[in-house]
Structure formats: structure tokens, C-alpha cells
T-cell receptor, first 116, second 112 residues
Framework: GAVVSQHPSRVICKSGTSVKIECRSL??????MFWYRQFPKQSLMLMAT?????????EQGVEKDKFLINHASLTLSTLTVTSAHPEDSSFYIC????????????FGPGTRLTVL | GENVEQHPSTLSVQEGDSAVIKCTYS??????FPWYKQELGKRPQLIID?????GEKKDQRIAVTLNKTAKHFSLHITETQPEDSAVYFC???????????FGRGTSLIVHP
């Protein structure tokens, strides 16, 4: 299957700082990328959908000014958590959806964010 | 919007037994139903999927069934092995966007 990378895999930061997470589709062009948040022992919560070259579509309850998403190319999307607070600590996972009959999603390995 | 219910939340079986995880969905327009396996701290991996024009699909020890009338679909794992232990998520989506709605997950524990 297609490969999606995510960087960094783990980050620890101080409260008030901003953190950028990168999501890359390595061997295919991703027309759409998704950002999820997952708390321990819970399901994947969709935060936003981003399409290359256009503004992201945020799910209800997700602050777009706090979680900045940029999808500048068909292989790269970034999520920036601005002014992070301890409650933002979570596992953030991106996924990429390619073109083709299946339109399956391929997930990145996730980023564990810990805000002190 | 779509609502996906998944049961059970935890399933404990002995090695060699079968495991069944069930999901229901609310939107009759949903037409794509993937299943993901997620090991602790790792990414969800697609293990099998089914589309609404098919009632059953099988891949070795894994099978998925779909009942469109009742709006439910199930994952069946036969001859379970300890390495099958993980959290399994079902999902439902519709249309060209294929943005899935995930179930809450089932933690499958296979005892040797």
C-alpha cells in the first residue's frame, strides 16, 4: 500500500509554544489529507480535511485559529498547534487519500504531543 | 450526519477461537465500509473493506459481511492468534469524498 510519513513522531514542548507536524505522502499524490486526534483508548476524531491549494475544512468544535493546517502541495500537509496547552496533549494522526477507484485512506504513524 | 456504533468495546478470546465485531451505521447513503487494525502507539492499518454492492468479502482468516437493509456490517476473524490482539475500528463513508466516520473501536485480546 501507499506510504505516509509523519514528523516528528514525538514532541514535548512548553505551554505557550507552537508545534508544527508534517505529513507526507511518499509514493503517491494525495488530493486530500485528513488530520485526526486520538486520546488514549478512544477512537479517531477527525479535526479537519485539507485539499491541496485550498483552505482546510474544520470539524465542528475545532478551533481553526489554534490548529493551523496548510496543504501546500500534493505530497505535504502541515498541522501547527499554536500556543499549545497541556489539554492539547494527544496523539495526532494524519491520513492521505489518493486518487483512483478505491480512494482509501492511508495513515501516517502519528505524532505524540506532550505539552508541559 | 453519519453515526457509527461498534460493539463490543472489549473482546477477549482464546487462541484459535473466532472473533466477531459488529457495527451499525445510520446513513443509508453510506457505501464504503473499511476496517482498521491499530496496535498500541501505531497507525491504523486497513485490513479489509467492503462496498455496498457486495454482501461479503474474505481475505484468508478475515471476512467482512454487510447487510444494507439492516445497516450493519461485521468483521469476522477465524483461528485467532496472539498477534491479532489490537484495537479494531470500523468506519462508514459515502460519496466521492470517502471521509469516514469511525466507530469507537474494539479492543481484541487473544490469549495464548
Amino acid at each position: 500500500g501507499a506510504v505516509v510519513s509523519q514528523h516528528p513522531s514525538r514532541v514535548i514542548c512548553k505551554s505557550g509554544t507552537s508545534v508544527k507536524i508534517e505529513c507526507r505522502s511518499l509514493d503517491f499524490q494525495a488530493t486530500t489529507m485528513f488530520w485526526y486526534r486520538q486520546f488514549p483508548k478512544q477512537s479517531l476524531m477527525l479535526m479537519a480535511t485539507s485539499n491541496e491549494g485550498s483552505k482546510a475544512t474544520y470539524e465542528q468544535g475545532v478551533e481553526k485559529d489554534k490548529f493551523l493546517i496548510n496543504h501546500a502541495s500534493l505530497t505535504l500537509s502541515t498541522l501547527t498547534v499554536t500556543s499549545a496547552h497541556p489539554e492539547d496533549s494527544s496523539f495526532y494522526i494524519c491520513s492521505a487519500q489518493g486518487e483512483g477507484p478505491g480512494n482509501e485512506q492511508f495513515f501516517g504513524p502519528g505524532t505524540r504531543l506532550t505539552v508541559l | 450526519g453519519e453515526n457509527v456504533e461498534q460493539h463490543p468495546s472489549t473482546l477477549s478470546v482464546q487462541e484459535g477461537d473466532s472473533a466477531v465485531i459488529k457495527c451499525t451505521y445510520s446513513d443509508s447513503a453510506s457505501n464504503y465500509f473499511p476496517w482498521y487494525k491499530q496496535e498500541l502507539g501505531k497507525r491504523p492499518q486497513l485490513i479489509i473493506d467492503i462496498r455496498s454492492n457486495v454482501g461479503e468479502k474474505k481475505d484468508q482468516r478475515i471476512a467482512v459481511t454487510l447487510n444494507k437493509t439492516a445497516k450493519h456490517f461485521s468483521l469476522h476473524i477465524t483461528e485467532t492468534q496472539p498477534e491479532d490482539s489490537a484495537v479494531y475500528f470500523c468506519a462508514a463513508s459515502k460519496g466521492g469524498s470517502y471521509i469516514p466516520t469511525f466507530g469507537r473501536g474494539t479492543s481484541l485480546i487473544v490469549h495464548p
